[in-house]
């Protein structure tokens, strides 16, 4: 190593510090900085009262070749030839169609072979790309950070400003290193280092910042499962969750439909790899978790902080001494109808979710079938499962893992949100139990008066063989099952 | 757009939980509007009403008497936490509400209420402890919240200062949107654009 030329070092800095400077338009004192936004996702739920706005202002869609839009939210998914029954979700889905006709914008919609989630169809179509600054009006864009973009959730008024000047006003985020270390031991995925993480800081513990995560068991991890963990940042408060970018990462994109090609390939590859975090830079936060300890992780109350591992018992009100948070337990045990001290493990299920851009990709489905595969789910269960994309139904049922779901007696589905955000129909009756892997336990977020506990598609798949809140190591050949995924 | 945010005097609302979610602000069954209007019905619809449609017993304090018409919320930490939907901050402003004051707002909620004119307030948990007494002690009490000053003044005279970023303040107090700052921009856009070239094009068809 040769010594450091005094004064000619540059100040080192986070990939967030370089998306961020390579983006801003314009930096008014006073006044948040104009950031320029490279993609835009936009969806049926919150762009309608968007396009209004840019009708009543006589304005068009400055970027439509940034901007791309898909059906998810509110789509049934019952099979495609069966009509919306739900009048008010056609007419949402209508408008979207006139909507991206009227300004040129192109559209995954349904029965389009590219079809899915949001956030599932911008990886899988090459869009969603390193170093790029990405929005949607949806809180789980954080998602495309696991490719080492700045991606976060915007409001519906934001929507209109990146529609009509392709920039947001924003504030710089402050940096939260979050650090895992060591190795995953089987059973245990990428969703249950998330959920270790929301569980030790809380769902407002990352607010005002941007998660950046490191460490070996994040650079072990697919892209896939990186997915996983940039998804549910949110749920900690940061709007934005990202990793930097590797060969992993670059091997995922390599001959995606949007992905470049030829020369601009290699350019883009060499652009890519200067954006990691310098040696030596620093973040205003920071956590470490040991990646060995880590068992498999799940929910017990109303949001995705409540999680426990899934030995230990439900946490009892009378051990937590501040007064709101001991409320707050109460509350949700009340609404969970669980008792403090209660174990986990052997709760009865009523519903078991696989889907959602949490948990909805061909690995997680691969890992569920992988559980199910020559097994019965329990009797008075029922298992939905619900690809994440057209595509990924395609492949599933190519591979045979349709087949070992039906088998399996579980519902196999066509592509959308289904039951993590229930606007579809897809939910839970009142006091019901689910094991989901999607992203929110919130009260009433899988239907009215539902109950649900987050966990992954393991632990899922466990779960609705024996009809009962199950550890997914308990599994026979867990060992092998981690291998199962795939990129 | 909306009106210009000018000083007004109400009564309180006190919503007595922490982590409130736009989940429970606006259910995601309500999202299926394509205009902003009527979300007030939808507004914390299931703490409010039953399976069968009817008023909770006892009522939530949305539905309290004398509750109607008050334009303050005094909430729990990180209020609105959760889903982006912008419905949250429509349904809010919808039944009549001006102002939040909590300990801490979610960051996506707080940026879509300052763009539809409802104000987030931050204090410190010594003084939500402190108004959180006083509406126990009075539950009419009338608080005015003044923008311009950046204060809210109790019924015993004294103040309470809270922050907001110039720039909020500055639209809020206007009544402008942010939009109309942006296309303002639009020199700055091109030339940003005329050094970046796009990184995608999205109108290309798949495999092409």
């Known amino acids: 190593m040769t010594a450091p030329t005094p004064n000619k070092m540059p100040t080192p800095r986070t990939i967030v510090d370089k998306i961020w400077a390579e983006h801003v338009v314009a930096d008014d004192p ?13 969806h049926e739920v919150t762009s309608p009262q968007a396009f209004t706005g840019l009708r009543e202002r006589s304005l068009t869609v400055r970027r439509p070749g940034q901007t791309v839009a898909t059906a998810d939210h509110s789509i049934p998914t019952t099979p495609r030839n069966l009509p919306m029954l739900d009048l008010q979700a056609a007419a949402q889905i209508n408008q979207l169609e006139q909507n991206c006709a009227d300004f040129g914008i192109p559209l995954h919609g349904i029965g389009s072979p590219s079809q899915g989630i949001v956030h599932v169809i911008g990886p899988q179509l090459g869009l969603t790309q390193p170093g790029m600054t990405i929005v949607c009006g949806d809180s789980h864009t954080s998602t495309h950070g696991a490719f080492g973009a700045l991606a976060f959730g915007i409001g519906t008024s934001e929507v209109e400003m990146v529609l009509a000047t392709q920039t947001l006003l924003q504030r710089r985020p402050r940096t939260y290193e979050v650090r895992v270390d060591g190795r995953l031991a089987p059973g245990v995925s990428a969703k249950d280092i998330i959920l270790a ?64 090609a ?11 790899r200067r954006l990691p975090t310098d040696e030596g830079a620093t973040y205003d936060r920071s956590t470490t978790i040991d990646a060995d300890g880590l068992e498999p992780m799940i929910t017990y109350g109303t949001n995705p902080g409540m999680g426990i591992p899934i030995t230990a018992s439900v946490p009892s009100p009378a051990d937590v001494q501040d007064p709101a948070a001991r409320r707050a337990l109460e509350h949700a045990l009340a609404y969970m109808d669980l008792r403090p001290g209660q174990p986990i493990l052997g709760q009865k299920v009523d519903v078991v979710f696989v889907g959602s851009c949490t948990n909805g990709r061909i690995s997680d489905l691969r890992l569920a079938a992988a559980a199910l595969k020559d097994r019965r789910v329990a009797d008075g269960v029922r298992l939905m499962v619900t690809p994440g994309s057209d595509e990924v139904k395609r492949e599933a049922e190519r591979e045979g893992l349709a087949d070992v779901f039906k088998a399996a007696g579980a519902d196999w589905r066509e592509s959308g949100c289904s039951m993590c955000i229930a606007m579809n129909g897809d939910q839970l009756s009142p006091g019901q139990y689910s094991v989901s892997t999607s992203n929110r336990n919130f009260e009433g977020r899988q239907g009215k008066g539902g109950r649900t506990f987050l966990a992954s598609p393991l632990t899922a798949a466990a779960s609705a063989i024996s009809g009962v809140v199950t550890d997914p190591r308990t599994l026979p050949g867990i060992e092998s099952m981690a291998a199962v995924g795939g990129r | 757009m909306a009106e210009p945010f000018g000083i007004f005097t109400s009564k309180v609302v006190p919503i007595d939980a922490e982590n409130v979610d736009t989940d429970q602000i606006v259910p995601a069954r309500y999202l299926k509007v394509t205009d902003k209007a009527g979300l007030a019905d939808a507004l914390f619809r299931d703490w409010r009403f039953g399976e069968d449609g009817s008023l909770k017993d006892p009522p939530f304090i949305l539905d309290q008497p004398g509750m109607a018409g008050r334009q303050i919320l005094l909430a729990g930490d990180n209020f609105g936490a959760g889903s982006s939907r912008e419905h949250a901050p429509w349904a809010l402003t ?25 104000l987030p307030i931050v204090v410190a948990p010594s003084v939500h402890q402190r108004l959180r007494e006083l509406i126990e002690r009075d539950p009419d009490a009338q608080l005015t919240v003044d923008l311009a000053e950046e204060g809210i003044l109790l019924p015993d005279g004294s103040t309470i200062d809270f922050e907001i970023d110039p720039f909020s303040k500055r639209m809020l107090l206007a009544g402008t949107d942010e939009l109309g700052y942006l296309l303002s921009k639009e020199p700055e856009i091109a030339a940003w654009e005329s050094g970046h070239a796009p990184r995608i094009e999205t109108r290309v068809e798949a495999g092409a």
């Open chain 1, 197 to 260: 993480l929301l569980a030790r800081i809380g769902i407002g513990g990352g607010t005002g910042h941007v998660f950046e995560y490191r460490g070996g068991a994040i650079r072990a991890l697919t892209m896939e499962q990186r997915m996983t963990v940039c998804n549910m940042s949110i749920e900690g408060g940061a709007r934005a969750g990202l990793i930097a970018p590797d060969d992993t990462t670059f091997e995922y994109i390599e001959g995606r439909a949007h992905a470049p």
């Open chain 1, 262 to 272: 030829g020369a601009e390939w290699d350019e883009a590859v060499e652009r890519w």
């Open chain 2, 94 to 118: 919808s039944w009549g509400v001006r102002a939040i004051l909590s300990t801490g707002f979610a960051d996506i909620f707080r940026g879509n209420s300052l763009k539809n004119g409802l």
């Open chain 1, 30 to 42: 006073g006044a948040p900085s104009v950031l320029a936004i490279d993609l835009h996702l936009i």
